[in-house]
């Protein structure tokens, strides 16, 4: 019998975001700097459920790994507003009971993920937003991070380009760097864990589905735990991770199944990007209607990391 026979076998999942990731647009070093970074955050994350860590710490050492790499829109290196400032949104849930936590449009915190968890366990919330936000990370303590740390010239040029030649509201290049990262621990529960910049260009407050909980992130033991990644609008108005976990809990569908029924749906209504899950039962994997989605996965049996649609 292998480990991954046992009832709980742990698992992790992790997404950078998805959209036109082709190899001629993605040049061999960045491919391989994101390849690293994405097996370095499932590594972290598999060191936890080995241990018979939770998947709600699982999930947020993950994500806050993803978050300190200038190569993703989260944290370091998310897109600017259209003002040229940043706001963070993240999210966290955990599926024992269904607790969760977020922000939105925070702008100081190093870590937002981190963030969330603290509204999720040192407050009576769910969400905080903006500057209310920004005070509740000071008075928990939290490492603070001011513009030059979440500022890199890659996203600054996005913006420009944006503002330059905007012909759609959703970022010119359509790459969604946002980050996320979904567990199973041995233990039999699921955790989710999503966070972003956003949009380059975004204005007015623009939240999307990253921090709302059952849009961009869910967590339930009955089913199984999702981080979404694209278009976000879409993702809100099809409720999106938590109808993969409600499809899988009362129609009885695989993961994989309500999965790819569920980016068909967001693409109907025209969204695009991607979904990564793990199912109560095990299952571990990711569905998108990119051209390709930066995400890896990871259990006692091992590691798989994996950018282009083809592969
Ligand atoms: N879904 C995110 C948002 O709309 C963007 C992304 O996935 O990169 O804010």
């Not at 647009?25 to 491919?31: N, Y």
């Not at 976990?245 to 695989?254: D, E, N, Y």
């Not at 998108?288 to 649609?309: E, H, L, P, T, W």
Request: glycine share 14%; aromatic share 6%.
């Amino acid at each position: 019998m292998t480990s991954s026979d046992q009832p709980h076998a742990w698992k992790i999942v992790v997404h950078g975001g998805a959209g036109i990731l082709e190899r001629d647009v993605i040049g061999a070093d960045q491919e391989r700097e994101i390849r690293a970074a994405l097996a370095n955050a499932l590594e972290v994350g598999s060191d936890i459920l080995t241990a018979g860590g939770s998947a709600l710490d699982a999930v947020e050492a993950a994500v806050k790994k993803l978050e300190d790499n200038a190569h993703f829109n989260a944290g370091r290196g998310s897109v600017f507003t259209y003002q040229g400032t940043t706001e963070l949104d993240a999210a966290i849930m955990e599926g024992r009971e269904r607790r969760s936590g977020a922000v939105a449009g925070a702008t100081a915190t190093r870590n937002p993920v981190s963030l969330a968890r603290a509204v999720m366990e040192k407050s009576p919330h769910v969400m905080l937003s903006g500057g209310g936000a920004d005070q509740f990370s000071r008075d928990q303590g939290l490492e603070q991070a001011g513009p030059e740390w979440f500022s890199t010239p890659a996203r600054r040029q996005a913006l420009d380009d944006m503002l330059s030649n905007r012909d759609g509201w959703f970022d010119v290049d359509m790459k969604y760097g946002t980050v996320g990262a979904v567990a199973l621990d041995t233990g039999g529960h699921v955790a989710a864990a999503t966070s972003t910049g956003g949009i380059t260009g975004k204005r007015w407050g623009r939240i999307g589905d990253s921090p709302i909980i059952g849009a961009g992130t869910y967590a339930d033991d009955r089913a199984g735990a999702v981080s979404a990644t694209g278009s976000g609008e879409y993702f809100i108005r099809e409720a999106a991770a938590h109808e993969i976990c409600a499809r899988v809990r009362m129609l009885g569908q695989t993961a994989k199944a309500a999965s790819d029924a569920v980016i068909a749906e967001v693409g109907e209504l025209g969204g695009t990007g991607g979904f990564i899950f793990v199912s109560r039962s095990g299952e571990a994997g990711w569905s998108f209607n990119s051209a390709g989605m930066y995400r890896g996965k990871a259990s006692a049996d091992g590691m798989v990391v994996q950018i282009f649609g083809d592969e």
